[in-house]
């Protein structure tokens, strides 16, 4: 996200760059958690921004759980302004399939990773606002999904971690986005999941444009030597300079 708003910045955009809440040392700031549905905080943001500014054209672009959170704000307000466009490399948009995916043994790897981060920030949460969470005696949590029914669920207002899933989805409302929408996605991502009905969904809107990598490695990490470009950032600026005009 920095590099791509360096390159914006560079090719004469406005940039914000976004913490979700808990992100960036504000746990403090509010007792609620962020989750993959709080696309409503996004559009506080642009909707401050955009009148303190008078900015008549936003785009979104977002990663992965911050892909799925700017293609869930632009499936709620359609073509509403000043949403102009909206970009993502490899969103979670369908969440319950990416869950469980990140289960499967040869992801386990990544699952533990974010777990150790979800359960250290639950735990500050906790000595932050110990008459909002009690954590004690809730048991082992050996999986995202776990955490998702457990803590997320519990903490968020969703019923279990189907709920949330459902709810908290741009699936489920991808076919409602009427700005120019690029999804940048590899074929090999290892639990970054694209259900056949959601690619469907994409693919019959006109609004969108879907590329996908040979590998997750070309979509963020290769980079021309000359240049240190990658090409994930790259054609992400490129898309939102060809919206802009």
């Known amino acids: 996200m920095r590099a791509i708003t360096m390159r914006a910045f560079a090719a004469g955009m406005n940039v914000i760059r976004m913490n979700m809440r ?22 506080a943001v642009v909707r401050h921004f955009a009148a303190r500014f008078g900015l008549e054209r936003v785009a979104l672009v977002g990663y992965s759980m911050g892909g799925n959170l700017v293609l869930k704000l632009a499936g709620e307000w359609g ?21 469980d995916a990140l289960h499967e043994p040869a992801n386990r790897v990544y699952e533990w990773r974010f777990l150790r981060g979800l359960m250290r920030r639950i735990r500050h949460k906790a000595e932050l606002f110990p008459g909002v969470y009690q954590i004690d005696g809730i048991g082992p949590i050996r999986s995202i999904r776990e955490f998702d029914q457990k803590i997320v669920a519990r903490y968020c207002g969703f019923r279990d971690a189907d709920d949330y899933y ?21 074929e090999d991502d290892p639990f970054i999941r694209l259900l056949p009905e959601s690619r469907a969904r994409i693919l019959a809107n006109p609004t969108f ?29 490129r898309y939102l300079q060809a919206a802009a005009d």
Do not use: K, M
Not at 79 to 99: F, H, K, M, N, W
Not at 179 to 185: E, F, G, N, S
Not at 210 to 230: D, E, I, N, P
């Open 166 to 186: 459902y709810r908290a989805a741009s699936a489920r409302v991808i076919d409602r986005i009427a700005v120019p929408t690029l999804i940048l996605c590899a």
């Open 22 to 43: 808990n992100c960036g040392g504000s746990d403090a700031l509010t007792p609620t958690l962020y989750h993959s549905g709080r696309s409503a905080d996004v559009g």
């Open 209 to 237: 444009t879907l590329s996908r990598a040979v590998t997750a490695a070309t979509a963020l990490f290769l980079a021309r030597r000359s240049t240190g470009v990658h090409w994930a950032e790259a054609t992400v600026v």
């Open 79 to 99: 073509a509403q302004p000043p949403l102009a466009a909206v970009a993502t490399v490899c969103p979670a948009i369908d969440l319950a399939t990416g869950a």
